[in-house]
């Protein structure tokens, strides 16, 4: 069995150094090495042999197994190398092209395309836009626009307080709207104003409608003479801009702190006549009342004014309305967004429908 060994460590050791591709290497593999070669089979044949010849046999077998195993080792990572640096001459790719379909650039998020929509309807109405601080004072939050001190509105359980950030009026929070800049631009401008405020505002809020955080506009106009027919032309022309030329407007009474008398506005239903669909069936959208809830506003309350007065803004002789709407609302409504949520999931499949 010996001689045996010795002459197939011989033939393969032979043909191994003589392969000249990995696929020959493995077939060499098999051939001396597999299940069926002779060379395994000689190991097993070892218990066979009289106890005197096992060990010597045993041995031998072993050791011829273990050295063609490290010479096909040696010759498969030569190949590797030769193949590969020859894949890489005859396949070269030019990592600097664009892929094949090649990407989308991309597009703005939805929201921020609301966003952009809705300030060129009121830029065109000869509104500015104007941004002011997230983290703003509860002066400008809340008193300087006639919150009451029990307003529900002023507890820790609705708005983020800032820890350590002072006490009474200079108490630090996170604006639960964009409305404290109707406060500051007061102060610095003189009336005639007309502006609107978009950006981030934080409550704490989370479900399907609402989230600790989402973006708002605010808008403000002042000047002699203001009414409510005013304010009702100017959303109706807003809403006509963003919904469609056939809607319509329904202002309906409410309450807000720094708005007297303050109204709901109510745009008419964009995928229904009267609450009906087509084909008779109850809308979804508008649950069937045929009015759909976009924003609240009113005429500004003369105690707003009277915060600014020393800055030119007499509640005896200057009249103004305000309005806040939130984005996520108008892109809701618009593009038939489900959930709230959906806008900041960054879930490519939801983003890319709106490119």
Not at 159 to 177: N, P, S
């Amino acid at each position: 069995m010996i001689e045996r060994v010795s002459e197939i460590e011989k033939q393969a050791a032979a043909e191994i150094s003589a392969a000249s591709s990995s696929s020959e290497l493995e077939a060499l593999r098999v051939q001396y090495l597999g299940r069926k070669a002779e060379l395994p089979q000689l190991l097993r044949d070892v218990s066979q042999l009289p106890p005197e010849q096992r060990g010597e046999a045993g041995k031998a077998a072993n050791q011829a197994r273990q050295g063609l195993e490290a010479l096909l080792e040696a010759r498969a990572a030569l190949f590797e190398v030769e193949e590969m640096t020859a894949s890489l001459a005859e396949d070269s790719v030019d990592v600097t092209l664009p892929g094949s379909p090649a990407e989308s650039r991309g597009h703005h998020h939805l929201l921020s395309a609301t966003r952009r929509e809705i300030e060129d309807v009121f830029c065109g109405l000869g509104y500015s836009v104007v941004e002011g601080p997230e983290v703003e004072s509860v002066h400008y939050n809340f008193d300087a626009l006639n919150h009451d001190p029990a307003h529900p509105a002023r507890g820790r359980s609705d708005t983020f307080y800032v820890e350590g950030g002072g006490e009474g009026a200079d108490q630090i929070l996170l604006r639960t709207h964009t409305s404290p800049m109707q406060v500051r631009i007061m102060e610095q401008t003189p009336p005639p104003i007309a502006l609107i405020v978009p950006g981030r505002v934080f409550r704490r809020d989370s479900d399907a409608t609402h989230t600790p955080q989402f973006h708002q506009i605010e808008g403000l106009l002042v000047d002699e003479g203001v009414t409510l027919a005013d304010l009702k032309g100017t959303l109706l022309a807003f809403a006509r801009a963003i919904f469609g030329e056939e809607r319509e407007l329904r202002l309906r009474p409410h309450f807000f702190p720094f708005t007297e008398p303050s109204v709901e506005v109510d745009v008419s239903c964009f995928m229904c006549s009267g609450g009906a669909l087509p084909g008779g069936d109850r809308c979804s959208l508008c649950k069937g009342t045929g009015w759909l809830e976009v924003l609240g506003s009113g005429m500004v309350d003369p105690n707003v004014f009277a915060a600014v007065s020393e800055h030119g803004y007499d509640p005896d002789t200057h009249q103004g309305f305000a309005f806040g709407l939130g984005i996520e609302r108008i892109a809701m409504l618009k593009h038939g967004v489900p959930d709230l949520r959906f806008f900041y999931e960054n879930d490519l499949r939801f983003l890319r429908q709106f490119g």
